[in-house]
């Protein structure tokens, strides 16, 4: 059994790092290679970020406090399971920081990242604020909040991309944060949700 389990995760690195290969060198392009690593960086999604807080804070005034809440409580939870739960216990190493694949890896940024690679914290984070943006805000929003995935995704490819990480990190991290933002997103919509609000004009 040992030597199954060893033999099947041989083979499913092997397949990660072909496909960590196509998506970080044979599909790569120049607009990509401009646009990825700004993907990935937090600092220039801050003003979505506060456009959202705003929008939900003016428009439902104390269960928009809550959703916040619950929002900073989803990225805590996927932050902190991704980092003590899966980092430190399975210690796999950056494809940019591996010297055994290192020279396979084009490095789109200054360094490599610190930390351990599977899972990405970026992929969890992300996804688990998607999921429970579309949970909470779908009865508002509609059909808009489903661009919530597609932001996470560009986020969730960039890791790739850029060099510092593998796409199971990153699948693994966005399974991850689907079942916390759903999670947290259920719970929220039981206790104080906006569905009483999905008819009414906003702000």
Not at 132 to 159: D, E, G, H, M, S
Request: aromatic share 20%; charged share 10%.
């Amino acid at each position: 059994m040992i030597f199954l389990a060893a033999g099947l995760w041989e083979k499913l690195k092997e397949w990660d790092q072909s496909l960590f290969i196509k998506i970080n060198s044979d599909w790569s392009n120049p607009l990509f290679d401009t646009i990825m690593p700004i993907m990935r960086n937090p600092v220039y999604w801050a003003p979505l970020y506060l456009f959202v807080l705003v929008f939900v804070l003016s428009n439902f005034k104390t269960k928009g406090l809550w959703w916040v809440i619950f929002f900073i409580s989803t990225v805590a939870l996927t932050d902190m399971t991704g980092t003590y739960v899966f980092k430190h216990n399975f210690h796999r190493l950056r494809p940019c920081s591996d010297p055994d694949f290192v020279a396979s890896v084009r490095l789109l940024l200054k360094q490599c990242a610190r930390g351990y690679s599977f899972i990405s914290n970026h992929a969890a984070n992300h996804f688990g604020m998607a999921a429970f943006f579309f949970v909470t805000l779908k009865p508002v929003i509609k059909n808009w909040a489903w661009l919530a995935f597609i932001w996470a995704a560009f986020i969730a490819y960039a890791q790739v991309y850029a060099g510092v990480h593998y796409p199971l990190d990153v699948f693994c991290g966005a399974l991850l944060g689907l079942i916390f933002g759903v999670f947290t997103g259920s719970i929220f919509n039981k206790q104080s949700g906006f569905a009483i609000f999905g008819n009414q004009p906003l702000a």
